[in-house]
């Protein structure tokens, strides 16, 4: 800094969190370079909220994995009605309503639903690196082809996932975005999903991004409460991350396997309290 600003005795802590803390000063206001970094955080958290999903390009991606898709768009017609009307989200239009419908019914164990949410930049990062992930540990699960879904909230899943007949879906979804987080993906699990579930009904994974809770661990986790939640045929208040446990008692090799993302975990894990409220 120049000699013109204030350091904050704080200055040396802020090696440890992505939080805005110990700016310093210029007289009354903070330093040019922390107003500047603001004002694109700012603009970055707009962009994702507005942006459009890449659906052609998800779809590609998918398919270079060997995986089917589906597309289908909320009853929300766009981007304006879904900010206004998040009701319009949680439902399917017509006509992807009909088109489920008339599927073969398959009755899966699970279905994966990426939705673009309130951050489109966070389903085209992180939804394909985090399935690739998961996908390795579900070799003995029924799998419906993914579902690519636009202008979603997370309840939309409950009526994809009651139209295909599964006995689980998990959205993934992009949070609403934060000033350190533009881009940073939600995972919510629900058994027997149906429309008219309650978020007490579901579990969430947040902060999903290589800054936060990093794939392999954030993969680690959705196996075990999927594991769990088949089981004991239920997600929600009922069933209880425990995860973290597995990782502490497992040897040094399992450990080292997660690549340290225990630790990132722990020091950038909260997004901010409402960050998955936004999403719903």
């Not at 990426?114 to 966070?122: K, Q, V, Y």
């Not at 088949?230 to 399992?254: I, N």
Request: glycine content about 6%; some cysteine; hydrophobic content about 45%.
């Amino acid at each position: 800094m120049s000699d013109s600003v204030d350091k904050n005795p704080w200055n040396a802590l802020r090696q440890f969190t992505n939080a805005r803390i110990a700016l310093g000063r210029a007289g009354n206001s903070v330093p040019t370079a922390p107003l500047l970094a603001f004002n694109l955080s700012h603009a970055q958290a707009r962009d994702a909220v507005h942006h459009p999903l890449d659906t052609e390009a998800l779809h590609q991606q998918l398919h270079a994995l060997s995986l089917r898709t589906l597309d289908v768009h909320s009853a929300a017609p766009d981007r304006e009605h879904y900010l206004r009307r998040p009701d319009l989200g949680r439902r399917l239009s017509e006509e992807s309503r009909a088109a489920l419908a008339q599927l073969k019914d398959e009755s899966p164990d699970l279905v994966f639903v990426i939705g673009d949410g309130l951050s489109a930049f966070a389903a085209s990062k992180q939804a394909v690196p985090l399935l690739q992930a998961v996908l390795l540990r579900l070799a003995d699960w029924k799998i419906a082809p993914v579902v690519v879904a636009r202008q979603a909230r997370v309840a939309l899943g409950d009526e994809i996932g009651e139209l295909l007949h599964a006995k689980i879906v998990v959205m993934l979804i992009g949070e609403r975005p934060g000033l350190s987080s533009p881009d940073s993906l939600g995972i919510y699990l629900t058994y027997a999903p149906k429309v008219g579930c309650s978020d007490a009904q579901r579990n969430c994974i947040s902060n999903v991004r290589p800054e936060g809770l990093d794939y392999p661990l954030a993969a680690h986790k959705l196996h075990y409460l999927l594991t769990h939640a088949r089981r004991l045929g239920l997600t929600g208040v009922g069933l209880k991350d425990d995860s973290d446990a597995l990782l502490q008692a497992a040897p040094a090799a399992a450990a080292a396997a997660i690549g340290g993302a225990a630790s990132t975990h722990r020091q950038s894990e909260p997004a901010s309290p409402d960050a998955n409220a936004g999403a719903t």
